[in-house]
């Protein structure tokens, strides 16, 4: 069975896979057979299942040994590199079985410890495909960083310089932006009657999402709040319940999953959420300015801090200042049209189009 494209993806948070289908679609719309594969799940169900789970359960209910794990990951210490060396040994039959069987010309990773381990294997000669490195974040984490990866696509300058300051070539990286559905690429904004505001938490809802929107109903003004509980059907059911007890002149809906995100956010004046690098470039391909009122440890809270140094993002730093921030936000559109403009720059350099061209140099390299 043969493929022109191979994509390892893992199921730690949706953003890794949500990529690998962009990029699919973008690289079927052009004539290239493409597999998807988890790579965790593939080798192992119960390793899948420990990588995805651990993951839910250490952002939610230890995210301070989930930061300190991640800080020390990113040091390249002894201890990381004798947690991957086994790790990638653990699924090095898998993922070789896999590129034996599907044969590919390129091969693409959406996440980093996946990255890490083909490296690994490529260094060793197991396999001599080339490799394009997907960054779902606008901050690089070490584990990504291999000699033997062919290429990087980011979604930031600051990733740029991030991981030239760590040794990675500047001719591997290519700042084309994280691969997002086409639906935020065609949407346009609409001109809403009141203010609307998108309170989001991503894919598995976040327990912020609660206190988020209480904050939001004390705003001076009437809006429109929209929420969005993702595939948290729990979360879904105390926002129910709550609306049951409150009297509010604002226009509240709230949402279970839905396909309907870009549509929402090409809608909505502001999204109200924490700083996935998907979700994040989703925003800003749609100029929705981000208001960053939590984060999940590691990898989100540098995104915020990029965000708001770009002046893309506010981050308040309490619920009552959340509160505060909208209503000034709101009384002050010259500020949320200043970053608008700022997302408009950013978005510029995203390209699908260079994307898919890229993958075609990195294929003709390999004849």
């Keep these: 069975?043969?493929?022109?494209?191979?994509?390892?993806?893992?199921?730690?948070?949706?953003?890794?896979?949500?990529?690998?289908?962009?990029?699919?679609?973008?690289?079927?719309?052009?004539?290239?057979?493409?597999?998807?594969?988890?790579?965790?799940?593939?080798?192992?169900?119960?390793?899948?299942?420990?990588?995805?789970?651990?993951?839910?359960?250490?952002?939610?209910?230890?995210?301070?040994?989930?930061?300190?794990?991640?800080?020390?990951f990113d040091q390249n210490s002894r201890f990381t590199e004798t947690v991957l060396r086994s790790g990638s040994r653990i699924l090095r039959n898998s993922i070789l079985k896999d590129i034996e069987k599907y044969n590919p010309k390129l091969i693409i990773s959406t996440h980093p410890i996946i990255t890490n381990f083909l490296g690994r294997y490529k260094d060793h000669g197991l396999f001599d495909k080339p490799v394009l490195a997907v960054v779902t974040d606008f901050i690089i984490h070490e584990i990504y960083i291999r000699d033997s990866i062919n290429a990087y696509l980011v979604a930031s300058d600051y990733t740029k310089d991030m991981m030239i300051g760590r040794g990675v070539e500047p001719k591997k990286i290519f700042n084309y932006g994280i691969p997002i559905r086409k639906d935020f690429l065609e949407q346009h904004h609409s001109q809403n009657k009141k203010p609307s505001i998108l309170v989001m938490g991503g894919s598995l809802g976040s327990k912020g999402l609660l206190k988020t929107f209480k904050s939001l109903l004390k705003l001076q003004i009437p809006v429109k709040i929209t929420v969005v509980c993702g595939n948290n059907k729990h979360l879904k059911t105390r926002f129910d319940e709550y609306l049951k007890t409150v009297d509010t002149d604002k226009d509240v809906e709230v949402l279970g999953f839905t396909q309907e995100i870009p549509k929402l956010m090409n809608n909505s004046d502001m999204i109200v959420t924490k700083p996935g690098g998907l979700t994040s470039s989703e925003a800003i391909s749609t100029e929705t300015?981000?208001?960053?009122?939590?984060?999940?440890?590691?990898?989100?809270?540098?995104?915020?801090?990029?965000?708001?140094k770009s002046n893309m993002a506010v981050r308040p730093e309490s619920f009552k200042d959340l509160t505060e921030t909208v209503d000034f936000l709101l009384d002050n559109r010259n500020v949320i049209d200043m970053m608008k403009t700022r997302m408009q720059e950013e978005k510029s350099q995203y390209s699908v189009k260079d994307t898919v061209q890229l993958c075609d140099q990195l294929m003709l390299e390999n004849i």
């Design 289 to 308: 300015p981000l208001i960053i009122p939590f984060t999940y440890p590691g990898q989100e809270e540098f995104n915020a801090d990029f965000l708001v």
């Design 1 to 72: 069975m043969t493929t022109d494209i191979l994509i390892f993806t893992g199921t730690t948070g949706a953003g890794h896979t949500y990529a690998a289908n962009s990029l699919k679609y973008y690289l079927e719309k052009n004539g290239y057979s493409v597999k998807i594969v988890d790579g965790f799940a593939e080798g192992s169900k119960l390793i899948g299942k420990t990588v995805s789970e651990g993951y839910e359960q250490l952002v939610d209910y230890f995210p301070k040994v989930y930061r300190k794990m991640y800080n020390i």
